[in-house]
């Protein structure tokens, strides 16, 4: 759901995607990601936390790193 929900939120912006998006982009029920995460703030903040602790945690501080993530954040 996660991945689904980063693929809707890069594509169309935060403000533009619904629950009903992310729920058929993950193929589950709009009661699923309720049940999961509650709203779509909370999935938002989900896919951030998990882009946090896996990527940035092994991210070294220099400039060739960050855009490396950039790059990746932008080609899905």
């Given at each position: 759901m996660l991945h689904a929900a980063v693929g809707s939120f890069v594509a169309s912006g935060y403000g533009q995607v619904t629950i009903d998006e992310i729920a058929t982009a993950s193929r589950v029920?709009?009661?699923?990601?309720?049940?999961?995460?509650?709203d779509k703030a909370e999935v938002f903040t989900a896919a951030i936390e998990r882009f946090r602790a896996r990527d940035l945690a092994n991210l070294e501080?220099?400039?060739?790193?960050l855009?490396?993530?950039a790059s990746r954040?932008?080609?899905?």
């Open positions: 029920t709009k009661r699923t990601i309720y049940a999961y995460f509650g501080s220099t400039a060739d790193a855009l490396d993530v954040l932008s080609c899905g």
